[in-house]
Structure formats: C-alpha cells, structure tokens
C-alpha cells in the first residue's frame, strides 16, 4: 500500500519560511516523478514544483521561482519543499504526488499516481 505523508504546514507571517516534508513507503521511491502542488480556497489544485527521479532536474511554477526549492532525499524516501520569502497568496492546502511515468517534461501536472492528504499552508499579512 502507498503512502505519502506530508508534514511541516503551518501559520506564518509574511516574509517568513516553512520547510514541507513528505515521506514515501510502498513504493520504489527512487523510480518516481515527485511533485508539489497547492489548492487555495476556489481554486483548482496547481503544480508548484516537480523534480526529476534522480533529483537533477527541476521545475518551478513562476509564482515561485526563487523562493520555493524542491529536492529530494532518496535513501530517505523523502521530498522537500523549502518555502522562503512566503506572501499571503502562498496561503493553501499543499499536496506531494509520485508519478511513476518519465514521460513528459516535468511541468506536465498530469498523471500523477499517488497523493499525499495534504498539509495546510497559512501566510498571515
């Protein structure tokens, strides 16, 4: 059974910074696409950072560039999302997903097998 949990959401004040953690079991860790998206309140759920299985390449959505880094700890079956510089609009649930799939570039937020439960984000102004 796959499980992805994540962990490290949240309140905090603008400018501030928050690390997410989301830990994997059940599957080879190492052989996955591991991505991090947001759903805010209204929205739809959005892809805002994938990376690679080995961790060499990345993928940002631009309203985080700069501030937000994925990696990963594959020995740890492990992804991280660093959120620095934090604004109010990073306000949302925050979800990881495994995707077992290579296939496309790593801003396709498609086909993604497995989901986290989510860790809620709150940025205070």
């Known amino acids: 059974q796959v499980q992805l949990v994540e962990s490290g959401g949240g309140l905090v004040q603008a400018g501030g910074s928050l690390r997410l953690s989301c830990v994997a079991s059940?599957?080879?860790?190492?052989?996955?696409?591991m991505g991090w998206f947001r759903q805010a309140p209204g929205k739809e759920r959005a892809l805002v950072a994938a990376?690679?299985?080995?961790?060499?390449?990345?993928f940002y959505a631009d309203s985080v560039k700069g501030r937000f880094t994925i990696s990963r700890d594959n020995a740890k079956n492990t992804v991280y999302l660093q959120m620095n510089s934090l604004k109010p609009e990073d306000t949302a649930v925050y979800y990881c997903?495994?995707?077992?799939?290579?296939?496309?570039?790593?801003?396709?937020?498609?086909?993604?097998?497995?989901w986290g439960q989510g860790t809620q984000v709150t940025v205070s102004s």
């Open positions: 997903a495994a995707r077992r799939s290579s296939l496309g570039t790593l801003s396709v937020a498609t086909g993604y097998d497995f």
């Open positions: 059940g599957l080879t860790f190492s052989s996955n696409r």
């Open positions: 990376l690679s299985r080995s961790g060499g390449s990345t």
